[in-house]
Each structure stands twice: as structure tokens, then as C-alpha cells.
């Protein structure tokens, strides 16, 4: 079975400075490795969402309706000669008939300037038969505030076709109060260990628990 191995918010180093630096002593180095990977992941079940970087994540959506402000002969306004090719495709497609618009799961909850996409890949599984795949060249986005991904107008991308996205992203510079929520969790989890009671090492883990938790909740999805 493969294993676990997500880059972690808060680094084995980062657990073996400051105020935690006793409760983990003993530990190997790769006992603390996997300690910070196990405690990434339940900062992530926390917040609802991924946070340390990902690849390869699959997912796939239903697409519903289009904006009639998006209808092809909703406006006259003159365009580049990729839209106009893009329109004129689209208008002998049926426009009114094509999605414009899909919004990944995962995407910043805070400090999107952070925030990575890559290798962001579509194939379109229309209902009534036919697969397409999306060149990347036509997708505007991924939004790292949003998860929005905006295709361009023309996409052969009908109302119920399955969308199947599998994409790159995470934060590659981890925001400090999420490395912060990474050590208290981590502490806990040693502390479970080492010290159940709680008094030996004069940390309280319902303390700490709780102080991961104020950080890890302004990242749930409102």
C-alpha cells in the first residue's frame, strides 16, 4: 500500500525548536516526519479542505446551466479574433446550450497569493456519448480565491456532460498561523503518547487543541 506523504504544513525542524522541542526528544527522525504528516492531515480534517500541497487530485462535477448574460447574441461587443472564432463555434454549436463556468473543490480558504495551481487537466464525457479533452490554452483560471475555471467561449461543453478535472495545487508557502496549527497539533498527538495526564511536561492538550482549532476554523469553507 502506498504510503502517506504529503509535504507537511510544519517541517521536523519547525517541531524541534521552541516550546515543543522537549516533547519530542526521544523521537526518531522519521518518527517525527510521520508525526507532522499525521497532524497536516488533521489540520486538513479540520478545515475541511486541502491545504499542504497536492497532486494529481481527481474530481469531477455535473455541468449546470450558463448565465443568459453569456448567450451569444446577448451582446455586440467587439472582440479579439480568438473570440470571434470562439463565438462563431460556438454559435453553430448552440450557444445557449454550452457551460461556461466550473469551480474546483479545493481552493484557498485565505492568503490566495499563496496559493498554487498546476497541471490543471479537463475531459469533457458528454451525456448523450463523445469525450473531449480540454486544451489548457482554452481554460481561463484555475482562480486561486475561488477554484473558478472559466472556459472559453466555443468549448464544446453541453448542460449535463461530466467534467473530470485532476489538478495541482496547495499552498507552497504555508501562511505561519497554519504552521502554528501543524505544532499544537502535533503536540497533542505526542502528548496522547507520552503524557495522557497531561502534567509531566506542563503542556495542557485540551489547551492546545483548542488554539489549533481557533486558527484551523477561518480556513473552513464559509
Avoid at 21 to 32: G, N, T
Avoid at 77 to 88: F, H, K, N, V
Avoid at 112 to 140: C, E, F, H, K
Wanted: charged fraction near 20%; hydrophobic fraction near 35%; charge should be negative.
Amino acid at each position: 500500500m502506498a504510503a502517506d506523504c504529503p509535504i507537511p504544513l510544519a517541517t521536523s525542524a519547525d517541531m524541534q525548536e521552541g516550546q515543543f522541542a522537549d516533547l519530542v526528544r526521544d523521537y526518531s527522525a522519521s518518527d517525527i516526519d510521520q508525526l507532522m504528516v499525521e497532524s497536516t492531515r488533521l489540520c486538513e480534517g479540520i478545515a475541511g479542505r486541502r491545504l499542504a500541497p497536492f497532486t494529481g487530485l481527481p474530481e469531477t462535477h455535473r455541468a449546470t446551466g450558463i448565465d443568459p448574460d453569456e448567450y451569444s447574441d446577448a451582446s455586440n461587443m467587439p472582440m479579439d479574433l480568438q473570440g470571434t472564432l470562439g463565438r462563431s463555434y460556438a454559435d453553430a454549436l448552440g450557444a445557449s446550450d454550452q457551460v461556461r463556468h466550473c469551480w474546483l473543490n479545493e481552493y484557498a480558504g485565505r492568503y490566495p497569493d499563496m496559493w498554487t495551481y498546476a497541471n490543471l487537466q479537463v475531459t469533457i464525457l458528454r451525456s448523450y456519448g463523445g469525450t473531449s479533452t480540454v486544451a489548457s490554452t482554452t481554460l481561463l483560471g484555475a482562480e486561486p480565491d475561488s477554484g473558478h475555471v472559466w472556459f472559453q467561449l466555443g468549448t464544446f461543453l453541453p448542460v449535463g456532460s461530466l467534467i473530470r478535472v485532476t489538478y495541482d495545487g496547495g499552498y507552497t508557502t504555508v501562511p505561519a498561523d497554519l504552521a502554528r496549527a501543524c505544532k499544537l497539533k502535533a503536540a497533542v498527538l505526542v502528548l496522547g503518547e507520552i503524557d495522557p495526564g497531561g502534567t509531566q511536561f506542563g503542556h495542557d492538550p485540551a489547551a492546545l487543541d483548542k488554539q489549533a482549532e481557533a486558527i484551523l476554523c477561518r480556513y473552513q469553507p464559509s
